[in-house]
């Protein structure tokens, strides 16, 4: 993968910010988008803005075939087995709180259990607090090694008959962790649960099967793998979504409306309340096209690269603690660290200075700040679009940044 050739399609990398050539390092919190996605959201807003399903009309059709469209490339992205197992969102917090009010709720029981871990986003907390709150289900959490990972034998020991649901994340947005997802749902539905997967960080950087893992759902965001903000999916196997309720109701989602009861319409649709995200999932099915021509195990290995080569530069920082398995093969392209005496937001604001882009704070993982002693820290985070240059770059901000602050203090 040549990085030039793909840096060109990214016209936001082309500037200046405080004097300096742009470093992004926050693709972890929202990836730049390619011309292929930006002229496809001009195109439709320009060629063929319309709403969908319903009409009859010229636009309507073009506008309807290109939202399905994307709708069956995101089902060839993760090998669902039909187009009625994907269900456009809003994003990955849409789709998990969408399985834990409309199947978790309704399935889960006091003394029932769900598992998750101490590195989740908040998103893969959060509804699961709340479940087991009305439920009066058991929230119970796998505990972590010492570098971050999560063991095989860890999990069988945590999970138990009564474990009804598992949810876990592919990637950690914090360690950079990948976590072994098919031996967990291998272990879950020995047990009787079913897994969901927090997709997030995992689906823009390496292929995801969703037949191959076996994950009962799963849920990613457009704006992480090039696409649009505003727009993410969740795929959940046929048979679980045919018997989950809605938790929206009206416009695109009905059959039938009377005055005291009403039908819903098939699978995807029943879950689609009102008009749909329809410019963004258009511009989900580009970013598709794009990640796919690009290859995503080009992507995977490119960021294995990237993120061994900078652990290896900031290795030599003395007074810098880098977070999560030291080993990059086993980490996707994120490096979360701090510096000895300097707050992460002030290491964040002269990196800034230095035209360089990260990410400072607890990173909506705050569970996970504790387990590490931390109350926040600084995060790099590397894409299909990130060279060594800019690693280098990042060292040497790092470096003027302690300088900086040993001459303050």
């Known amino acids: 993968m040549n990085i030039q050739d793909v840096r060109q399609y990214f016209p936001i990398l082309n500037q200046e910010v405080n004097g300096h050539p742009l470093v992004y390092l926050d693709s972890a919190a929202t990836s730049q988008k390619p011309v292929q996605v930006i002229e496809t959201l001009d195109k439709y807003y320009r060629e063929y803005n319309s709403n969908v399903h319903r009409g009859v009309h010229t636009l309507g059709t073009k506008a309807t075939d290109a939202y399905e469209g994307a709708r069956d490339k995101v089902k060839n992205f993760i090998n669902a087995k039909t187009m009625e197992e994907i269900i456009f969102t809003r994003g990955t917090t849409t789709a998990l709180n969408t399985v834990a009010q409309s199947y978790a709720m309704a399935n889960l029981s006091e003394g029932d259990e769900i598992i998750i871990s101490p590195m989740e986003h908040h998103s893969n907390i959060i509804p699961w607090q709340q479940v087991a709150k009305k439920t009066g289900a058991v929230l119970k959490y796998f505990p972590l090694q010492k570098d971050g990972t999560i063991s095989i034998a860890d999990v069988e020991a945590t999970v138990t008959s009564s474990t009804k649901l598992v949810s876990i994340t592919y990637v950690s947005n914090v360690l950079g962790v990948i976590n072994p997802i098919k031996e967990i749902a ?35 965001s457009g704006h992480k793998m090039c696409g649009p903000t505003g727009i993410g999916v969740l795929y959940g196997k046929k048979e679980l979504l045919e018997n989950m309720e809605p938790i929206e109701f009206g416009g695109e989602m009905i059959d039938f409306v009377g005055l005291y009861e009403s039908t819903w319409k098939e699978l995807p649709w029943k879950f689609e309340a009102g008009t749909p995200i329809i410019a ?130």
């Open 280 to 409: 963004n999932a258009i511009g989900l099915g580009a970013a598709i096209d794009f990640l796919q021509e690009v290859g995503l195990d080009n992507i995977i290995e490119h960021e294995h690269k990237m993120a061994a080569y900078a652990m290896e530069k900031m290795s030599n920082i003395n007074g810098l603690t880098i977070y999560g398995p030291q080993d990059a093969k086993n980490r996707a392209g994120v490096i979360t660290f701090n510096i000895e005496d300097v707050h992460p937001h002030d290491v964040a604001t002269v990196l800034d200075a230095e035209g360089i882009a990260v990410r400072a704070g607890h990173h909506c993982a705050q569970p996970l700040m504790k387990w590490l002693n931390v109350s926040a820290t600084a995060r790099a985070s590397f894409y299909l679009y990130n060279s060594e240059d800019e690693i280098d770059k990042l060292v040497e901000g790092i470096s003027k940044t302690k300088e900086y602050f040993s001459d303050v203090f």
């Open 186 to 220: 291998a272990i879950a539905h020995k047990n009787g649960a079913v897994l969901v997967v927090d997709a997030a960080q995992g689906a823009p950087h390496m292929k995801v099967d969703v037949q191959d893992i076996d994950c009962d759902f799963l849920g990613f």
